[in-house]
Structure formats: C-alpha cells, structure tokens
C-alpha cells in the first residue's frame, strides 16, 4: 500500500480516522483543493488589471507631511489668508529672451487667450488660469509713481535675470576674437580654476508693437503665485535694448547676483601687443558687465484642468512657446510642477520608456531588464526550468496582487511606493525559492509526499519570517511622511499575501504540474555542510573580524546626510536640470520662501500705513541681500519709498501724510486696489498653530503683510541655517517695533521638514523594528539573549552598507531608506531557515559541529540562490536615468551581498559559540519536558524531510539503498 502521508490517531473508544492534510483533501468530486487554488488566481487577474488601470502617479512634496504639521499648518493657513492658489506657478524662459521681446506677450496671449469685447478672454489654453509677464508687473508699479528702472530693478531675481556675464570688445579685439576667447578660457582655468563656457550674444528677436500688448487677469509676481495690482487707466511701457556686447561667459556654479570680481579683473587685464600708443598693450576688452534685462521669464498658474494633467498642460505650453519663434532646444521650464511631473515620467521611463529602441531593452525598461535577468539567473541557480518559473510566477503574481490593492483603496503610487514592488520580490521569491528546495529534499526521498512533506516544514519559519517581515515595515507607520507610512503598509499587506502565495498557490502549482524527481547531484549538500563546519571551526577569528569590519563601516555614519530635493533625483544631463540651473544661474531661484509680518491692534495705532509699509519694505530689503535669495517682492514695491517726516514738520504736513497715509489704507483693505489681497490681509479671526486657542498664527484683526522670496535649490544651502538667517534678518527690523511679529512659511520650511521626518522616520522606524522583530526571535528561540543574538546578522549589514556610503558622502534619499527594511526582511528569512534546520539536528541527537552543517547544507544553497537572483536583478537598475531608481538598484545589491555573508558565515559561526550554546540547551530542556509526557499519546509520524548528506549520523548517497 503505497504511502499516502496521512496521519493515523486512535481515540479514546478505539475509533481510527484520518487527519488528512490540506493538499491531500478532495471535494465532493474528487478535485484536490490545488485547482480551486489555480482557478481563484486566474478569477482575480481582469479584476486585477481593471484595478492598475486606475494607477495614478503623485509626487507632490507638499502633501507628504500629515495636516496637523506646523510647516504644513502654516503653508495651509497663509495660503487662506492671501488667497493664494494650491498651485504653484510655472516659470517659463528661454536662452535670448529680454523686456524688448515681443514672443513673451504673444506667448501670454496663446495661454490665457484674448478679451473679446466683453471683456472675456478667447482661444486660451484651458489648462492655464492666469499669466503674469515682467511687462504686467513693471505698468503696474509704473502706475503707482514707481521709476521705470526702479520697478526693473525690483523684479530682479524675480521675473528678469541678468544672464551672462557680457562682454563687449575694442576694434582690435574684435580681430582677433577667437583667439582671444581661447586665450580667457586658458587663464580662467590657470589662474581662477574656472571652467568657462562661451556663449554668443544676445539678439533682439523684434521690435515690439506700437499696439499695446494684451492685458491679464490679476496674475502672478512670482514663481508662487503673487497676483498683482491693476493699473486704473492702460500705461505703454517701453523698455530699453541690452547693451551692445560681442560674446558671453558663463561658468559652472554661476549664480543670479554673484558677481565675480576675480574674473571681471582676469578679462579686463586682456590685452595684445604694445604699441606706441599703448605701450603696456592694446586693449582688447572695452568692457564687461551684467545687464538687467536679459533673460526674463512669465509665471504660468495652471487651472484645475491643467493640475489634473500636470504633464499635458506642460507640453502644451512647449507647443505655445515654439509656435510663437522659441526655439525647443532653448526654452527652459522650472517650478515644482515641472520637477514633480519629470519625476512621474521618470518612473514611468523606468518601467517602459518608448523612446527607447526595443532591441536596446535595457534602455527600453530598466526594471523589465532586471526582471529578465533574475528569471534567467533563476533557471542557472535552481537548474529546472519548470520549477524557476513557478517560482518567478508566485513571485510576481504576490507583486502584481498587492500593487493592484493600492488603487482601490485609494493610495497613489509615488516615488517610495514604487520601490515597494522590489521590496516584495525579494521577501517572496526568498521563502519560494527556500520551498522548492524543500521540495526537492522530500522528492528525493518520496515524490508522493512531497507536497505534504515540504509544506509541513516551511510554514513554521515562513510564517515567521512574514510576522518579522511585516513588523519591519509597520514600523514604518511611526514617519511623519505619507508615502512611507504608505510603502510599510501596503508592504505589510504584500507581505501577508506572499505567505499565502508561499504557502498554497507554490505547492498547488507544483502538485498541478509535477516535476520529475530531482537527481542525487541536484540536492547532494556535501560542499555546503563542509563550508558549514569550516565557519563553525573558525567561529572566533569569523565572528570578532565580522564585527570590526561592522563597527569600522558605522564609523562613517558620522557624515550621514539626507537628501529631499526632488531635482536631485534627476541625472545631471536630464533636461530638467538643465532648465533648473538656466533659470537659477540666469534668473531666478525656483524655490518660495515667504515672510509673514504681522502688526497687532497696538502697533497699529502706534504707527501709520506708510509706516508699516517702510517696516515690511525694510524686511524685504533684508531678505533681498541673502547671498541664497534671488529677488523678492511684496506690496511696498508697487509704491514709490515713503520718506519719514522731518522731525520740525508743520502741522499741515502732518495732517496731509496721514490723510494719504489712511486713504490708502482704507483703499487696499476695501478692495479697490485689485490683487492687493495676494499681499495684504486683516485677519477676521484668531489662527491656531499647535493647539487650540493658542492663536500663534494670529490674533483677530491682526494686519498681515506677505513677501515672497526665491531661494536657490540647485546649490548646497543647508535649509535650517538658511530658515534661522531669515529669522534673524527680519527681527532685526521688528524688534525696533513693539507689537510685531512675523512667521516664515513656503516650500523652504516643508523641504527642512521632510528633511527631517526623514531621519527621524530612519532612525525611529529602525528602532522600533529591530525591538519588535528581536522580540518575535526571543519568542521564536524561546529565550531573550538568544532572540537579540539572532539579529545581529540582520543588523550589521545594514551598519555596513549605510556607514560606508555616508562616508563616500552618499546622501540618503527617501527611496535609499527602503533598503534598510528590505535588508532586515531578507536577513529574518534566511535566519529563520538556518535555525530550524540547526534545533532540527540537536533535536535528532547530532552534534553541534553537524548540526550546523545541516543547517547550512539546507537553507545555505536557497539563501545563495535567492541573493543572486535579486543582487544580479537589482544591479540591472543601475543604468536607470533616475537617479532614485538607479541608486536604489545598486545600493539594494550591495546590500543583499553582504547579507548573504551575515546569514552563510557569521550566524553558523555565532551557533558555534554562545548562541549556539543557548539554542542546545533549549532544545535539550523541550526534549526532556515532551519526554515526561503521557505515554498514552501516540506520536505522530515525521513528516520532515531527513538531512541526506553531509553529517556524520547520515548514510552517505553511495550507501543509501533505492
């Protein structure tokens, strides 16, 4: 009678029945439960893919952080009290734009459309709500009594830039002009160390008009969103030309408003041969300068339509600005949309980039290449084709399963979430692989009852290593962050549904479609049990080299650093980066900053309008000569400076400065100033901060006044130095004025905020997954100092890898801190496995020495073949053009790589000394209890798949008799 593998019980009245295990039960006709398995998956797949096709991509920093965030309070509660748009603007340029030309209002005019003569604009651009060109700002001011080159000046580093610097030659230079370019790029890099590039001369591309341009809706001063004054009666500007120069110079790390004497000094010493006339030499440069005016650069806030769409409206305004003359390959593009939307496109790219030629796959798909290789590895490692892709295919169906849950309960992917798909592959294609080489140990002995044997033995460790795997990533949940509170719950779920993949849907699979049994070379151990004595031999010089090998690598943690600025995902010859350090080197800082200044009802009373006005212009000029600030606007500058009275002032001009002083007073807080609400507000009520009734944001009838500023973000300014110089600039004015105060809100202060939530989400997440996983080990092992010990090979890994790159001066990014629970959920994996083996042989009576090396001949050969499968995969990710892709691949293959050196040598070489002391005696206290058990109870048959090689207590394959 051939073996069936159930499990015969007496009861008490003598009665026999049959436990009969999962995979060994029929229905009622006569289907094993494996095919209700098959036909469950292959129900859910359309629902499945209905399900992606709901996928939606977000990467919006501002919405990382939770709502009651101060940062993210303050942002929420400034927007409300300017009326400010959820959008930020989009800052559109290009290479020889300037006040003079006429493409930047023929542009404006493509976006939002022409007024018909009601006064309602036709043929825009549904995706754009408003425009705001340097031409809108510069009439407005004009039209409040501002100098025309005064209001120019005051848009510096806001909407025009000053380019390149210019340089204008003699006669004589001019002959010789490449020659001398060659000549000032060869002493800039001798004597400056300055690479300099040289660009051609700014050329006006057409007169303007006599018609005056087009006029806007209330529109935008500033990359966020600062809607202006309007003018009562039309004023024509007009603009004067850029001075006449004959080339330019730019140089790596130029910035808007940095002069560089050093060099000035270095073009202007150019000179060529003595002459009479010129004995110290001819002159060859007349002069070189800056020039306000040239590039300059509109402001586009997109309408709900355009937000929907993010990457439809931007390309629209591409077309808009090509049809107008902009060449493509000179038009530059910045703002947060513009970041945030090459960021989505960017993992979009990762996944299937159609650009990219299909004989060339592994530009095609960076992750479809790493897919590819970590099947094609799979089949080198596990030597059968069938049994590598039902490994592969539980695997992937585990990942395709979880990421379509994300859709339906309403979660967005995003720039952690989409390493979350990774972070499963590894968990589950660890524990199958671990399965099917269980699988092909029971075969080896009894094909028939393979399927119970090795289900029996994997689901203690595996349901183990989910319960630590998923703690890991719970742990998680503690970040300020959304996308990571996101990534560890999404990959608890994942992680659930792979143990059920492991678990079942492998061994249904594998029952459905039996493979041949394997043959002896295909399970023989023999190398791997003999590595196994080695470390356990070696143990003392294993373990203490491990270990200082560890604590070197942590010693570079002392230069950790993180990074949250989305542009610095993007490789340095990504166009984004390129527009971004046009912009930033020519023009404007992409990044806002704004300035809250507040009177209460005392300074009020204390101090007229003009008064308060000179005091917030004041605060501005402050901010203004930040070396990391690019320009700044706010209310003030759309009026002519206020001088104070003269302390012998008469009576009568006392009474006329007030009158002016209250009649615009009055005038802006009724309204009639047009756009004057986007920087000035009194507030209605008290805003709380942090508690309620706390009123730190405002009081009621609070006068509040908005500058807005642009910093750099494409140079290395430490955000939370940059915040205090803000803080302290602008109490250096206020604290002059009783009754003032002032709050600094924007996308500065929630960058550092994220900065922050970032290491803290590292450092306390690790934390407390490291304590709930070690105490899930001190249950599994049954003993405390065991349980911590147990982890030390999940833990010094990741030590390693982050201490070295820290050191290289590596930042670690939102997609880099995955790896540390990724590592732990693999390391937990392999752990389990070897452990399980090892109590298996003391509990068999073996000796130490074989008991480790059955551990390691078991679960040694599944932790190889996993960590090859996935560091090989994982490399494929390298060539990614995103940065965070790319980083992630590399990094999670060097850290697979040491941890398989944590799993395979230094956890046998700890289970040689103390560790493996504590588990021995555990075992021996287990056996001793079950033997003093009732006799009457009839042990059940076991079921586990016998060690076959290797040890000392085990026939030899030669001696085995088939």
Sequence with gaps: MPDTGLVRRTDPQGSCRNMAHFFEKRDRWGNGFSLWILLGCIFITPLCFWSLKHTNVENDIEHWLPEDNPNAVTLRWSMKQFNLDASDSILVSWDDSSLTDSRVEKLAERLVGKPDEQGVRRDGLRQVARVTTPRDIVTRMVDHNVDRDEAIKRLEGVLVGTGALKIRLTEAGRQRQKELQRELLAKAKKELGVDLQILPAT?????????????????????????????????????DP?????????????????????????????????????????????????????????????????????????????????????????????????????????????????????????????IGMSGLVGVLVAFTMLRSIKLSLLVLFVSYFTVFLTISIVPVTGGNMNMVMV????????????????????????????????????????????VFAT????????????????????????????????????????????????????????????KWENFGRWCCQQ?????????AVTIACCFGLNWFKTETKVIRYFPSDATVVKDYWFLEENLVGIVPVDVIVRFDR?????????????????????????????????????????????????????????????????????????????????????????????????????????????????????????LQDVHRRTQSVLRRHAGTNHVVTGMVPVFLQTQKALIDSQVSSFGVAYLTVAIVMVFAVRNLLAGFMTMLPNVYPIGQIFGLISYFGIPVD????????????????????????????????????????????????????????????????????????????WLMAAIIAVAVVGDIVFLPALLGGTLGTILIKGVKRQKEKDAGKSSSSQATVSVVPQPHLGTSNVATPHSRNH
């Design 203 to 239: 050329q006006e591309f057409e007169a303007l008009d006599n018609d005056p341009p087009a006029e806007t809706e209330s529109a935008t001063a500033a990359a966020s969103e600062v809607a202006v004054p309007d003018p009562i009666e039309k004023t024509v500007v007009e603009f």
């Design 242 to 366: 850029i001075p006449q120069h004959d080339f330019q110079v730019r140089w790596k790390g130029m910035l808007l408003g940095t002069p560089n004497p050093k060099l000035r000094e270095l073009v202007l010493s150019l000179k060529g041969s003595p002459t009479t006339k010129a004995p110290d030499g001819t002159p060859l440069i007349e002069d070189c300068f800056h020039a306000l005016g040239s590039p300059v650069a509109m402001a586009v806030v997109l309408s709900e339509s355009g937000e929907a769409d993010k990457s439809k409206a931007i390309a629209m305004i591409r077309e808009a600005a090509i049809a107008v003359g902009v060449k493509p390959d000179q038009l530059h593009l910045g703002g947060r949309p513009v970041a945030s939307t090459a960021l989505n496109e960017g993992v979009k790219a990762a996944v299937w980039n159609k650009s990219a030629k299909l004989s060339r796959f592994w530009e095609r798909s960076v």
């Design 419 to 462: 390493l979350m798909p990774t972070f499963l592959l590894v968990v589950v294609m660890s524990g199958a692989i671990h399965v099917a080489h269980y699988w092909r140990h029971a075969a080896y002995h009894n094909m028939a009852t393979a399927i119970v044997e090795s289900s029996k033995m994997a689901t203690a460790p595996c």
């Design 467 to 526: 319960v630590t795997t998923a703690i890991g990533v719970l742990s998680l949940l503690t970040s300020e962050l959304r996308p990571v509170r996101d990534f560890g719950m999404y990959s608890a779920v994942g992680s659930i549904i792979g143990l059920g993949a492991i678990l079942f849907l492998l061994p249904a699979l594998i029952q459905i479609m039996p493979s041949k049994p394997p043959k002896l070379h295909e399970v023989d151990s023999t």
């Design 539 to 547: 143990r003392h010089w294993i373990v203490w080299g491990y270990t």
């Design 602 to 722: 005392d300074s009020q009373t204390k101090m007229n309008f003009l008064e308060r006005m000179e005091v917030v212009r004041s605060v501005e000029s402050q901010m203004r000569e930040h070396a990391d600030i690019s320009g700044a606007i706010a209310l003030p500058d759309f009026r002519p400076v206020s001088e104070p009275l003269p302390a012998d002032a008469g009576a009568l001009a006392i009474i006329r400065h007030n009158k002016m002083a209250t009649e615009m007073e009055r005038r802006i807080r009724e309204g009639e100033v047009s756009g004057a609400k986007s920087f000035y507000a009194i507030a209605k009520q008290s805003s709380d901060l942090s508690k309620p009734g706390d009123a730190k944001l405002n009081q009621l009838d609070d006068e509040l006044w908005r500058i807005t500023a642009q910093c750099f973000i494409m140079t290395d300014t430490n955000f939370a130095e940059f």
């Design 814 to 889: 939102i997609g880099t801190m995955m790896t540390a629970s990724i590592a732990m959920g693999i390391g937990v994996d392999g752990t389990l496995h070897k452990l399980t083996w090892f109590r298996k042989g003391i509990a068999d009576g073996k000796s130490r020495e074989d008991s480790i090396a059955l551990a390691v001949g078991h679960s040694g050969p599944a932790i190889w073949e996993t960590s090859a499968v996935l560091a090989l995969g994982m490399l494929m990710l390298y060539p990614s053009e995103l940065l965070l892709v790319s980083r992630f691949g």
